[in-house]
């Protein structure tokens, strides 16, 4: 059973920054593509941004050159560094891998940004 543990979420004013975690439960974690997923209330949830075993990424446009996302495989850990942060981007984020809307997520971490 694969568990993805996310934390770092909170309340931050618009223009500030957060930083998320996800630990994986997998030994497997140097082989799997990671991604970052958000929902906001009301909307469907979306791809934040994605790294490959390799460390390639995809960001969506509308988080490109805000958000970076990075891993580190010796400690089953993916990481996304969230700057200048909007009040759009307030969402339940969420850790996952596999191919979606399969696969496995974490519970979900809540980033609100005050305007």
């Known amino acids: 059973q694969v568990q993805l543990v996310e934390s770092g979420g909170g309340l931050v004013q618009a223009g500030g920054s957060l930083r998320l975690s996800c630990a994986a439960s997998?030994?497997?974690?140097?082989?799997?593509?990671m991604d970052w997923y958000r929902q906001a209330p009301g909307k469907q949830r979306e791809l934040v941004a994605s790294?490959?075993?390799?460390?390639?990424?995809n960001y969506a446009v509308s988080v490109q050159g805000r958000f970076t996302i990075s891993r580190d495989n010796a400690k089953n850990t993916v990481y996304l560094q969230m700057n200048s942060l909007k009040f759009d981007d307030t969402a339940v984020y969420y850790c996952?891998?596999?191919?979606?809307?399969?696969?496995?997520w974490g519970q979900g971490t809540q980033v609100t940004v005050s305007s």
């Open positions: 996952h891998t596999g191919r979606a809307p399969l696969g496995y």
């Open positions: 997998i030994s497997i974690f140097s082989i799997k593509t």
């Open positions: 790294i490959s075993p390799g460390g390639g990424t």
